[in-house]
Every structure is written in C-alpha cells, then in structure tokens.
C-alpha cells in the first residue's frame, strides 16, 4: 500500500494567516492526490483534486500544488469557518490511502 | 445531486453481526466504484472495502478481512457492508464513499458501537 506522511499534525494560526499543510506519499502518485476538509461532526469535503484543481464552489484561497511523491496544500488567508481537520489522500493505487490528517485552529 | 445517505448503524455486543447500507442517488450508480471509509473516535480516515462496479474486484483491509463483507445492487442502486464477528475496535462512524478520485462523494457516516 501507498503511505501518506502528512505533516504538521496541528498547527495554530492567525486569522488571515497564509497556512500550508505537507503531504508526502511513498511512491510516485504522478497528481493522484484529493484533499479534503472535515469539520467536526461531519463528512469529509473534497477540496482539491489532481493535486491542484480546486473542486466547484471551493474558495479560491484554498490551492493545492506538487507532483510525484511531494504535495502541498494552502490556505492563504485563514478564516474563522477554516477551523477543521484536513486530509491528504492518493487515488494512484488501489487501496486508496489517506494522510492522518492536519487539525487547523485559530490562535 | 449526488447522495448517498447510509443506514444500519447502532449499538452491538462484541462478537455480534451488523448490515450497513447505502443509497445512492443523483447519478449512474453502476459506473462508480464504492467505498466503506471508517473514523475511529477521535482518529483519522480510513479505507476498508472496495467493490468495483460489476463486482469483480473486491478489497478489504487487513483489520476485516474475512469478517466483514462488501456487496452491491445495481438495480437497487445501493451498496452493502455485512459486518461479524464485531469487536470493541470496530468502534467508529462508517462512511460510504463514491469512487475516491476526482469525483469523490461521501454519504454522512453513520456510527457503529461495539459495546458490551
């Protein structure tokens, strides 16, 4: 199976604070790679897809970016409703896997 | 819209037998393959089954394999998750997911306690 070694863990920002998540997968996943946001209580929402592409109706400040194994996602001015839990995932092999998630706080 | 609303969770004893099951709704259900995805307390995301859509490749992840089962209906547009042998570390919300690539969906979970 496909690991994904996401990091920080949790991290505590600022509002309009520039935030960004890593996400790193054992083997080459060409831009195989969704990210999603869980709020608590909730079901994940895909934000970004093929590594970068933001899914509809996303806000813009949410960007994803990277190829093969290094992949990083941003916020770029942190919002009060950011506050939740993201996951990286790669679709490149069966089975699909997920990072252990980013818990984003406000500071 | 795509929905896939789950059922069946609730609260059983070690060593007993649940069915979950998902409906699906808002699009060609037999083109996609299908998910279960469970969240312990607390934890984080992770993959259990995998039924492909006319049912020839099937994954399970080693924590169920030869417990739990995945099926699907194509006619009833839903899938299936028969879970034996339960234990206290199946513990979590399951969620049915769409094919976990560009077009991921996920259904709302619903949460499965094993509890004596």
């Known amino acids: 199976d496909i690991q994904m070694t996401q990091s920080p863990p949790s991290l505590s920002a600022s509002v309009g604070d520039r935030v960004t998540i890593t996400c790193q997968a054992s083997?080459?996943?060409?831009?195989?790679l969704n990210w999603y946001q869980q709020k608590i209580g909730k079901a994940p929402k895909l934000l970004i897809f093929g590594a970068s592409s933001l899914e509809t109706g996303v806000p813009s400040r949410f960007s994803g970016s990277g190829s093969g194994t290094d992949f990083t996602f941003t916020i770029s001015s942190l919002q009060p409703e950011d506050i939740a839990t993201y996951y990286c995932q790669q679709y490149h092999g069966l089975p699909a896997t997920f990072g252990g998630g980013t818990k984003v706080e406000i500071k | 819209e795509v929905q896939l609303v789950e059922s069946g969770g609730g609260l059983v004893q070690p060593g007993g037998s649940l069915r979950l099951s998902c409906a699906a709704s808002g699009f060609t259900f037999s083109l996609y393959g299908m998910n279960w995805v469970r969240q312990a307390p607390g934890k984080g995301l992770d993959l259990i089954s995998y039924i492909s859509t006319t049912s020839t490749t099937i994954y399970y992840a080693d924590s169920v394999k030869g417990r739990f089962t995945i099926s699907r209906d194509n006619v009833q547009n839903s899938v299936y998750l028969q879970m034996n042998s339960l234990r206290v570390e199946d513990t979590a919300v399951y969620f049915c997911?769409?094919?976990?690539?560009?077009?991921?969906?996920w259904g709302q979970g619903t949460l499965v306690t094993v509890s004596s």
């Open positions: 083997q080459d996943i060409i831009t195989y």
């Open positions: 997911a769409r094919d976990l690539d560009y077009e991921a969906s």
